[in-house]
């Protein structure tokens, strides 16, 4: 079985080597899927990750979301694997936090659950896991936090058919949403 660090090394140049078209194509398929998941699954609190440039834009979605009127929170991420989520309310009052993150300017901090997490990661399986960047960030909040639903977003080439290398702590998310 190829180990997660191949499969991060393998997986992160394939990504930033999209095509500008290609990927504003797929970007456009999965906001349009996420609405329509949204449509489907009434939630209210949702936590949302702010996409690195060549992560799937989810600003489209997250627009949407806060016109109507949905609660948002995303993490500023902090040293050892800790998350910090904070409320969500404008997608122009940001900061940049390490990692080249970026996280909204409040100092306010909520500890809540939430009804959905999106989740992000750079390879997923059938099953629902995923490889992610190393930190142990995402399978800390899924497996602390309480959730209805915990939803990622990918590419084509990101989903394996194969299984993916697992570890004791890995959480998996429910569902993986594909452009068409």
């Not at 079985?1 to 970007?27: F, G």
Request: positive net charge.
């Amino acid at each position: 079985m190829v180990s997660k660090e191949n499969l991060r090394q393998r997986l992160r140049p394939k990504r930033r080597a999209l095509r500008p078209r290609q990927k504003t194509h797929w970007d456009r398929q999965l906001n349009q899927k996420l609405c329509q998941w949204l449509a489907r699954h009434p939630v209210q609190r949702i936590h949302t990750y702010l996409p690195l440039p060549e992560e799937v834009n989810l600003e489209p979605s997250l627009q949407f979301m806060l016109d109507q009127g949905l609660q948002l929170y995303a993490p500023k991420t902090l040293a050892q694997g800790q998350l910090e989520n904070r409320p969500l309310r404008d997608l122009q009052a940001l900061r940049h936090g390490r990692y080249h993150t970026r996280y909204p300017a409040t100092t306010e901090v909520y500890t809540g659950g939430y009804d959905l997490i999106l989740v992000p990661g750079l390879a997923f399986d059938p099953a629902g896991y995923r490889v992610g960047y190393g930190g142990g960030y995402y399978d800390r909040l899924l497996a602390h936090t309480p959730h209805r639903h915990a939803l990622a977003l990918a590419y084509p080439f990101q989903m394996l058919a194969q299984e993916l290398p697992r570890e004791a702590h890995d959480q998996p998310v429910g569902e993986v949403l594909l452009p068409a």
